[in-house]
Structures are given as C-alpha cells and as structure tokens.
C-alpha cells in the first residue's frame, strides 16, 4: 500500500499501471488542479470532499485509506462506522501551504474489504472552511471512470502532483489478506510512492475526485503486501512490477443523505455493511 509513512518506509508503498492501451480521452479543456482542499496526514494523504448533494452547512468530510485508519488496517470483512477519533488534518491551500488544522470527531466509515476508504467528519463546516480559508472541497463524482482519461494523484504528504492516465480496470486487485473490486490501474507515470496513500484522483477534465489513491506493486512479487496482484474474472493472475492503483469512489456518494449523515441501507448504496 501507498500506505502511512513510517510503516511506508520499512516496507509500504502502493501504485498502478495498465494492462490493455489507454484509449483516448475526447480533447477537452481540462481544468487547473492544484493543492488546494487537500490535506496532510501523520502518514498518509487525503482531501476534503462533498458529494453532489452536500450543503455548505454541512459538516466537512475527510477522505483518505483504509489502511490509514489511526487504529490500525481494518481486517478483511471488517467495516468500522461511528468511531470516534480525533484525528488531525494539516489542510492545504492552492500553493500546497498549510493553512489550518482540521480536525476529526468522528470515523464516519472505514473499510479494506472490496474498497479501500477511510471518511472522517470534521469539527466543521464547508462554509467556515470557505470564509476563512477561500477553499473549496473536492466534489466526489458519482459517475464511473473512464479508461484514458488524464487524471492527477495530488499528495498532501509529499506536496506533489502526479500526472498519467487511467490505464484501465482490475476485476479484482489482491494484496496479502485484502481484495479490492474494479480498481483503477494508472499508466506508469504516475509512479507513487509511499505517503501518497490516500491522495484524490482527480479528472482533469471535471476537476472531480474519481478515485482514491492506495498502491503498487513494488518488488515484482506476486499478491503479497506491497506487490498487489490483478486477478481476471476467470482467476488468471497478473503481476505489473511498478505499476500503481487507486480505488473507484463512485459508489460512495449514494451511501450519504441530507446533512452527510452515512445511510449503508439507501438505496443505491453498494458500500460494504458491518
């Protein structure tokens, strides 16, 4: 995993890169990402985001990891919800300076099982943040990705921006006890390290968040920790040494209703349950 950092510099870091050729994205204009509505971690990255629906008075949420959980890596078919934390965020301006200091009062939701996500609920609201800071969040796109499509991974951690393509999709990604469903895998440019955990996966296109940056395959090895592996639906297995990943956010925002309050049983919603 692109994982916390100091387990990342022992041995965590996760990427991803393509099977198929990228297919050309429709030549658009595409939008100016920068810093701005990202934020820092102990030992990961993550943004600020709202979904389609969200009101500026709600409370600001956090997206980053599950494997940057502060309790430590969910255990496979673990969901956590409703755990208190007071997590803090270092959040970032255009520029990637720290502006504020977020923080959290509660684990909304957290999961390693079939996704890879950490959502924390701030002490405040979009609206504050907007007045005293001039940041906006990141809006959650609630369409799939698209294959070709330039994409940015903005760290909050490292302060940097890496810029490919999405190279493609995995039916399943497989790293030591945890299996991902219909991960996006990143054409080579995008070559993560470890601290990039968490970080927004941007279209360049939208300037939406698409995806939630989470590993790579470091070393070669086939399904362990660090080297993910691509399993195909009839269980042929790929391994793509330096080629990094990030998981589909799309399914996120049909989980949340009126006020960013999580609803696992809303229509829609395919989130993983407790």
Request: with cysteine; hydrophobic share 35%; net charge negative.
């Amino acid at each position: 995993m692109n994982k916390p950092l100091l387990a990342a510099l022992a041995s965590l870091a996760i990427t991803g890169i393509g099977t198929a050729p990228a297919v050309a994205a429709p030549q658009q204009a595409a939008v100016t990402v920068n810093f701005a509505g990202t934020v820092s971690l102990s030992n990961c990255s993550g943004s600020v985001i709202r979904f389609p629906n969200s009101a500026d008075s709600d409370p600001a949420l956090v997206l980053t990891n599950g494997h940057c959980l502060e309790t430590g890596f969910p255990e496979p078919g673990e969901v956590i919800t409703g755990q208190s934390s007071s997590r803090t965020f270092g959040l970032l301006n255009s520029a990637g300076t720290k502006v504020a200091t977020l923080r959290a009062n509660r684990v909304v939701y957290s999961t390693m099982t079939d996704t890879d996500v950490t959502i924390y609920r701030t002490t405040t609201t979009y609206a504050a943040i907007k007045n005293s800071y001039g940041i906006s969040p990141l809006t959650v796109s609630s369409a799939h990705p698209v294959a070709g499509t330039a994409i940015k991974v903005v760290s909050g951690y490292w302060k940097t921006i890496y810029s490919c393509n999405v190279d493609g999709f995995v039916y399943r990604l497989k790293e030591g006890d945890w299996t991902w469903k219909d991960s996006v895998r990143y054409t080579s440019a995008c070559n993560t390290i470890g601290g990039t955990s968490g970080s927004p996966v941007i279209d360049t296109t939208t300037g939406q968040l698409v995806a939630v940056n989470n590993t790579g395959n470091e070393d070669g090895e086939r399904c362990t920790v660090d080297n993910p592996c691509e399993v195909d639906a009839n269980g042929n297995v790929t391994v793509r040494q330096g080629i990094n990943y990030a998981e589909e956010t799309y399914i996120i925002p049909a989980c949340f209703t009126t006020g960013n309050v999580l609803d696992l049983s809303a229509s829609g919603c395919t989130l993983p349950k407790p």
